[in-house]
């Protein structure tokens, strides 16, 4: 937390949430906003002029992969913590396809705990969906929930049986939590490497229909509306 006065000055600041759009100055006081208008001057502190640039409240990023544990070589809570607070971010929703995947409430304790010792902003665990992210079995939903997991994924693997999707909505339902889907049918997609179509035809590549994404996307919203369970499609 800062401990000085900051003045931010001639910023344009942006806020929906209380529709504001205007160019200001802005005092902060020990890390928290005290005043906001024109020409604002402090006694002692530091001032930025900030014209041109935009002010604004700090960013949410509901996909990101923190990779710890596992894949460390990529990325850290330290290091994808810093990344999302030098962007503007000050909350990541962090995705389970860690190694091994997060589908148990001890793997969001880590997490937690490891955000805790080395986040630089506050971190939300996604827990995984099912066992592994292997699409078989119910991961321990409620367990995470309890340790702090705010939503539930398999990343960038389809619960391929609709029936497991089911019970998966049905019962994440009952905890108020959204499901965060990749929507690919992977028999559809088969081997494709580009999208089905004429250039996919011309240069000799296996092509993967959109028909592979739609047909999952609209599986998931009728089990969305069987269950009444919120989903969000991300990928
Ligand atoms: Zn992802």
Known sequence: MRRVALLLRNARLVDPAVKLDRVADVVVRDGVIVEVGKDLAIPKGETVDLAGKVVLPGLAD???HLREPGREDK???RSGTRAAARGGFTAVCAMAN????????SAVRFLVERAAAEGKVRVYPVGALTVGSAGEALAEIGDMLAEGAVAFSDDGRSVADAGMMRLVMD????FGAPVLAHCEDAGLAGRGVVNEGAVSTRMGLSGWPAAAEEVCVARDIRLA???????HVQH
């Not at 860690?98 to 409430?105: A, F, I, M, S, Y």
């Not at 019962?171 to 009952?174: D, I, L, S, T």
């Not at 509306?225 to 989903?231: I, K």
């Open 171 to 174: 019962y994440v339902k009952r």
């Open 75 to 77: 990325e850290t809570v």
């Open 62 to 64: 509901i996909h990101v």
């Open 98 to 105: 860690t190694t091994p995947v997060c589908d148990t409430g």
């Open 225 to 231: 509306e069987l269950t009444g369970c919120r989903l």
